[in-house]
């Protein structure tokens, strides 16, 4: 019972935070933001939310690993379309948010948080010996991904909904065949 309570007590922390997060997000820019700031619009102790956060990075990856996890999952052939469209439609919901997070100073951290899940989901592959990098093979689909959908956040050009999802599976499938394909040369 006190777990329960303990863990219900987290999760409003973490929402909270959140939210102040991408309020703060949007008023300051990531730049200027400050992980105590948030705490303070959150109305969380500085020690609380330092026990959930170090760092805004911390936070902002916390924020990306849900929905990025359905793009690192991309690399498997049974991942349902459904999931990606509706994640691009997230991301056109909330575009004032995804423009923000998807320029600079904080594409290179989306990149590096995306790389790594995908990362995660190669080496849970069967392969050969690839003659290239996972890390890079990850890097290169998680680029190829943050391109893709960063065009069809901003509408430059237009992407049919079903068109962009489509096209981000199948890159995902190709570049993650790199891995599977390579094998050690004799």
Same mark, same amino acid.
């Given at each position: 019972?006190?777990?329960?309570? *303990? ?6 922390? /973490? ?30 102790? /500085? ?12 936070? $902002? ?16 052939? !049974? ?21 923000? $997070? ?20 190669? !080496? ?6 690839? /003659?290239?990098? *996972? ?7 998680? #680029? ?11 509408? /430059?050009?237009?992407? #049919? ?20 394909? !390579?094998?050690?040369?004799?």
């Amino acid at each position: 019972m006190v777990d329960e309570v *303990l863990n219900r007590r987290s999760q409003r922390t /973490r929402a909270a935070l959140h939210s102040a997060f991408v309020e703060l997000l949007l008023e300051q820019g990531y730049g200027a933001l400050k992980i105590g700031t948030v705490a303070d619009r959150a109305n969380v102790g /500085r020690s609380t939310s330092y026990e959930h956060y170090r760092t805004k990075h911390d936070l $902002l990856r916390a924020s990306i690993v849900g929905p990025f996890s359905i793009l690192a999952d991309l690399v498997s052939p !049974t991942v349902s379309i459904e999931a990606v469209t509706t994640l691009l439609r997230h991301f056109r919901d909330h575009q004032q948010v995804a423009r923000v $997070l998807l320029s600079w100073p904080t594409r290179p951290l989306l990149g590096s948080t995306l790389a790594n899940l995908i990362l995660e989901r190669l !080496t849970r592959r069967p392969a050969g010996f690839p /003659r290239i990098p *996972l890390e890079v093979i990850a890097r290169q689909i998680a #680029d190829a991904q943050l391109s893709l959908v960063a065009s069809w956040v901003h509408g /430059r050009p237009y992407l #049919d909904l079903a068109l962009a999802a489509d096209a981000l599976r199948h890159t995902a499938l190709a570049l993650a065949s790199v891995h599977s394909d !390579t094998t050690a040369e004799d």
